[in-house]
């Protein structure tokens, strides 16, 4: 194959379409009409002499050499990329950029607000696009389109760079007339009601099921190892929740401690130790490899390490 009667544009197109499988998608990233699209599908057919994508009932489906040449195409892609950046560092103080970063309701009501505060100081024209974990999926992350996911993961693609910003444990929260609050033993939490708050996973949310244990998470886990279990009453994804919740003296919230120090100091709440062992968190920062070395999320995500010590 000649190189020079390549057309770069089409590898542009290709490592996209691959991405989207779908030629409305691609020609929508790159800002482009779908004829046109659908014009460089054909001329990369012709060039690798492949058909690259098939339809089937699965939608657009690329073929064994199209998932060949998807990692070769995007490495070289990044390479160049790479190579055409300026070389001068980012200036946080003039620029106007929209960083998107996903964050969960935890990292929301503790990192977030320090974040604010360091960008209006350091970078005050930079613009902030919150997202949550229902309106994104990892998918967006690898492609680039949201800048930074920041949660507890489970699990995430091995393509991922990531980071740890901290480490959390739990507490629980409880109204100072409850009336276990002074003998706040294993009994008494058993014998309590209690508030489930937590969505750490990606995408659209779903209906929790109070019977599977193991999808409720770390401290209905370390209480199934007890062979006991919680009576919960109440459930909820937004950690500025409890605090109003565990106003009622028999429902107890178990927290990570930040939320929990952060809530009992506003609403005159208690803050117990939990009467059985929870292991800990980590809250991670993750991105695509596709914005490893760009300037301008390098100093993204050496703001939020730095914020991240002060939380």
């Not at 002499?49 to 199209?66: F, H, I, K, Q, Y």
């Not at 968190?281 to 490899?289: D, I, N, V, Y």
Request: hydrophobic residues 40%; neutral net charge.
């Amino acid at each position: 194959m000649n190189l020079d009667r390549i057309d770069l544009n089409l590898l542009v197109y290709l490592d996209v379409l691959l991405r989207e499988g779908s030629v409305t998608k691609a020609a929508q990233q790159l800002g482009i009409t779908q004829p046109a699209m659908s014009n460089g599908l054909r001329r990369l057919r012709e060039l690798f002499n492949d058909p690259l994508l098939v339809r089937t009932s699965d939608g657009m489906t690329p073929t064994e050499r199209a998932q060949e040449l998807q990692p070769v195409i995007r490495k070289a892609l990044g390479e160049l990329e790479i190579a055409l950046q300026p070389l001068e560092e980012f200036d946080a103080q003039s620029s106007h950029r929209v960083f998107r970063i996903m964050v969960s309701d935890y990292a929301e009501s503790t990192l977030v607000p320090e974040l604010v505060k360091r960008l209006r100081t350091d970078a005050p024209d930079i613009i902030l696009d919150v997202l949550t974990p229902s309106d994104v999926t990892f998918k967006d992350v690898e492609a680039g389109k949201v800048d930074m996911a920041i949660n507890r993961f489970d699990e995430m693609p091995q393509s991922f760079h990531q980071m740890t910003l901290w480490q959390d444990d739990f507490v629980c929260l409880v109204n100072p007339d409850h009336p276990g609050i002074k003998n706040f033993d294993l009994n008494a939490y058993l014998a309590s009601k209690h508030i489930w708050v937590s969505k750490t996973g990606m995408g659209a949310g779903v209906g929790i099921d109070p019977e599977k244990v193991i999808r409720l998470g770390w401290v209905d886990n370390a209480l199934s190892k007890l062979g006991q279990k919680r009576k919960i009453s109440v459930f909820t994804r937004h950690y500025q929740m409890p605090a109003l919740l565990a106003l009622n003296n028999d429902l107890v919230a178990t927290l990570p401690r930040k939320v929990a120090d952060m809530q009992a100091e506003s609403a005159s709440l208690v803050v117990k130790e939990p009467p059985f062992k929870i292991p800990p968190f980590e809250l991670k920062m993750a991105w695509s490899p596709l914005l490893q070395h760009h300037q301008a999320h390098r100093w993204l995500r050496r703001t939020i390490v730095d914020v991240a010590q002060y939380c």
